[in-house]
């Protein structure tokens, strides 16, 4: 921050008398900026200390000269006497009393070069504070990620270094950590930000600003994926020091989180690895490798696929592991149901019948089976039990078994006009094989069913004697029913 005229001002060696406006020493003096045109301001930034002379302004030019220099934004006006003049002209005192623009006389024995020199190094000094300052709450920050509180001792420790509030929120703006008065009740606010950030597929932040609050939104996360967001708010503008603290914050935030994913990473591989052993019958290795006792028996067994793999694991009871693209849980069976609901809210899941870990591989059969009924019917949640009792043809592949019946009927489809052949079969088969019986359902003689029955093994290739052969039939006849 650059130093305020008031601390120029002060400087004794200088000798610097106020003339006008000793109420606006508080402005930053950016710069020292000599001049002696009428019109220095195409020269200035805004900001600047003007030193002149005033050897080519006369009492009449004081009106445009000092509007100039207001309208520009210097922070004051110095007037050097005992050279064009002996004192600073009163027009001057004036009018820049009535402007507001701080006047000061520079005096005779006082070269201009020596408040430049002066206000260079009291922005030196500036400077200097404020990188030892910044680097100080790096350090502060960087031990608060040494922490096993880990990202949120980072955003506890970010409020108390910008004095205001921090929020760590996940990819869709859930809060997961907040630090600082009235943090949390401003997430639901910062969701317009949040989605311009996610528009834009850049790692670069927003900030707004209003007369009572400054705040700074970034996103969390590589040009690959985004990981997250952190916002930052306090009442007064974000000063350099400021905007690198929380940059810093940033940058450590970002590795936390990658560093917990390479984390989670290996703890899944670890659980897959447990998963294995239990159904290779290792259950005493698997709890070594584990670290602690898995659910006793029995178990409900649970497959999920879910958009969130990680969030789910983290969510269910028991033991979790990855497997075959899937999140399975082994899960005690007095918590099987809230498991149920808790995965069939974020994501498709099937649910084995209680089983021991000595059965594991059935318990998880089963589960496979329901998870790929509840995918192929887009159903949230499916029950092996319930799955087992539709009947076995409900336990098929829907598209392999349509597939296989029409291969097996097609001889039967392909014969002519004769379309009968597979009512005639199917009333057969669903007879047991009695001529009677099916002949009666198909209102037809027995003798024509007993012709259409040995058509039928004929152009099959099929002894229809055999019950591997009718089951076979039965099947496919059911199959392509559906």
């Known amino acids: 921050?650059?130093?305020?005229?008031?601390?120029?001002?002060?400087?004794?060696?200088?000798?610097?008398?106020?003339?006008?406006?000793?109420?606006?020493?508080?402005?930053?003096?950016?710069?020292?900026?000599?001049?002696?045109?009428?019109?220095?301001?195409?020269?200035?930034?805004?900001?600047?200390?003007?030193?002149?002379?005033?050897?080519?302004?006369?009492?009449?030019?004081?009106?445009?000269?000092?509007?100039?220099?207001?309208?520009?934004?210097?922070?004051?006006?110095?007037?050097?006497?005992?050279?064009?003049?002996?004192?600073?002209?009163?027009?001057?005192?004036?009018?820049?009393?009535?402007?507001?623009?701080?006047?000061?006389?520079?005096?005779?024995?006082?070269?201009?070069?020596?408040?430049?020199?002066?206000?260079?190094?009291?922005?030196?000094?500036?400077?200097?504070?404020?990188?030892?300052?910044?680097?100080?709450?790096?350090?502060?920050?960087?031990?608060?990620?040494?922490?096993?509180?880990?990202?949120?001792?980072?955003?506890?420790?970010?409020?108390?270094?910008?004095?205001?509030?921090?929020?760590?929120?996940?990819?869709?703006?859930?809060?997961?950590?907040?630090?600082?008065?009235?943090?949390?009740?401003?997430?639901?606010?910062?969701?317009?930000?949040?989605?311009?950030?996610?528009?834009?597929?850049a790692p670069s932040s927003l900030s707004s600003s209003t007369p009572d609050e400054h705040v700074i939104v970034q996103p969390l996360g590589d040009h690959r994926r985004l990981r997250g967001f952190f916002a930052v708010g306090c009442a007064r503008p974000f000063s350099p020091v400021t905007h690198t603290v929380v940059n810093a914050a940033g940058s450590l935030l970002t590795l936390a989180l990658e560093q917990s994913r390479g984390r989670l990473a290996a703890e899944a591989r670890v659980r897959t690895a447990v998963l294995r052993l239990l159904l290779a019958g290792d259950r005493a290795v698997a709890e070594d490798v584990l670290g602690r006792d898995l659910p006793a028996d029995p178990v409900v067994v649970l497959a999920c696929r879910a958009d969130d793999p990680e969030g789910l694991a983290e969510a269910l009871p028991g033991f979790t592991a990855p497997w075959r693209g899937m999140i399975v849980a082994l899960v005690p069976e007095a918590q099987a149901q809230r498991a149920a609901a808790v995965a069939a809210e974020r994501g498709r899941a099937g649910v084995s019948t209680p089983v021991t870990l000595d059965a594991l591989g059935t318990g998880l059969n089963q589960a496979e089976r329901a998870v790929e009924r509840a995918l192929a019917t887009a159903t949230p949640l499916v029950r092996f039990r319930d799955l087992a009792g539709q009947g076995l043809l409900s336990l098929l592949d829907p598209e392999a078994a349509a597939t296989y019946a029409e291969a097996v009927l097609a001889p039967l489809r392909e014969h002519g006009s004769r379309a009968d052949l597979i009512e005639s079969l199917r009333a057969y088969l669903a007879a047991n094989g009695h001529w009677d019986a099916a002949a009666q359902r198909l209102g037809v003689h027995r003798h024509t069913l007993r012709y259409r029955i040995r058509k039928v093994a004929e152009l099959l290739d099929r002894d229809l004697d055999d019950p591997a052969n009718r089951a076979e039939l039965w099947v496919a006849l059911n199959v392509g029913a559906t």
């Open 1 to 201: 921050m650059a130093p305020s005229l008031r601390r120029v001002v002060a400087m004794a060696p200088l000798r610097l008398r106020v003339l006008a406006a000793a109420g606006e020493l508080d402005r930053p003096v950016r710069w020292v900026a000599v001049s002696e045109l009428e019109d220095p301001t195409p020269f200035l930034e805004g900001g600047e200390l003007v030193l002149t002379t005033g050897m080519r302004l006369g009492a009449y030019d004081a009106g445009p000269y000092i509007s100039r220099l207001v309208k520009m934004g210097a922070a004051g006006l110095g007037f050097g006497v005992g050279l064009s003049h002996e004192e600073v002209p009163e027009e001057y005192v004036r009018v820049a009393n009535a402007r507001g623009l701080p006047l000061i006389e520079v005096h005779r024995d006082t070269p201009f070069i020596a408040i430049g020199k002066a206000v260079s190094e009291l922005l030196a000094a500036e400077q200097y504070e404020e990188l030892s300052r910044a680097f100080a709450a790096q350090g502060r920050l960087t031990r608060a990620a040494l922490q096993p509180e880990g990202m949120h001792a980072i955003v506890d420790r970010l409020a108390k270094e910008v004095d205001g509030w921090v929020l760590l929120l996940d990819e869709s703006g859930g809060v997961l950590h907040s630090a600082g008065a009235g943090a949390r009740r401003r997430a639901r606010g910062l969701l317009p930000e949040l989605e311009r950030l996610r528009a834009t597929g």
